[in-house]
């Protein structure tokens, strides 16, 4: 088995995990099934980004961006929610292209508080929105409505199953972007960006494009996130947001995709199970993340890779070099 193999392989594993507990599981489990996904397709987001060499941590200002289009659009005007779904993912789209025209052109530290900044004008913003009732928020923001397939997605159990298909064919596609040969000068691009640049590889370009796309899913992981919970807050785009989908994606492996999926699971679990335990449970679950970091830098999912590496270059070398 390659690398790349056995990386989408634990990618198919946690689907079919997803799917097989969902079918099984209460209204309180079918829950944490669907905020687990949703926050899935948020770190797929971020880690297509980090495949440019690139890490937000103002990622939550798209989340809100498509959250604060569908509730608008369906709440205040009341237009269907799948055109409301539509206009959060082109907003998105248009607002990261709008704010990396200037975010992109720098690097590392500039770059995260660069897009830090802008999450914080719109959290901002948000909060004292009359028009979004404010710090208050605003209910009543309704799920898209797909009853005339058959399917009713205010059931817990079918809202989670559709989180998660949708997880799926997003991390699919992201899949075929990262392969490609686009995918594959972001990931030189992040290697070794003035390499690239010296043999004409236009690099503000590509991550233009990567920071883009990726705002684009975000937004849409926003737009199902206000449906999830039926509830617009200027939360969504809070620093706090942004925090939670940088660590679900480097416990699970920053630059792998799968990884993100894997953190925002264990991210969603660790929650769940140390909130109902102890008190201050966000001490243990920081210590649990600087744990990880320490013990394996490059995530669980990265962490298993490089084993699985070096296993194979030890079979490949056999008795007679291990003897030499």
Known sequence: MTRHMLRRSIGVALLIGALVA??????????LIAEAAILAIFALSLDLLATSGLVSFGHAGLLGVGGYIFGGLTVLLGLPPALGVLAAVAGGLAVAFVVGLFAVRTTGAFFIMVTLAVAEMFFAWAFRSRMFNGADGMGGVPRLDLTSIGVDLNDPAAFALGAVLLCAVIWALLELVVASPFGRTLDAIRQNAGRVSALGGRVFAYRLAAFTVSGGVAALAGALKVQHTNFLSPDLA????????LIAVVIGGIGTLVGGMLGAAALVLLKDVL???????YLFLGAIF?????????GLVGSLLN?????????AKGPEGEGA
Do not use: E, K
Request: glycine letters at 10%; charged letters at 15%.
């Open 22 to 31: 969902n079918r099984f599981a209460g209204f309180f489990a079918q829950d």
């Open 238 to 245: 809070s620093w706090f947001a942004s925090g939670d989908v």
């Open 275 to 281: 909130s109902g335990m102890v008190g201050h449970w």
């Open 290 to 298: 600087i744990t990880v970091a320490i013990a394996m830098p490059q």
């Open 307 to 315: 084993y699985w590496d070096a296993r194979r270059a030890r079979t």
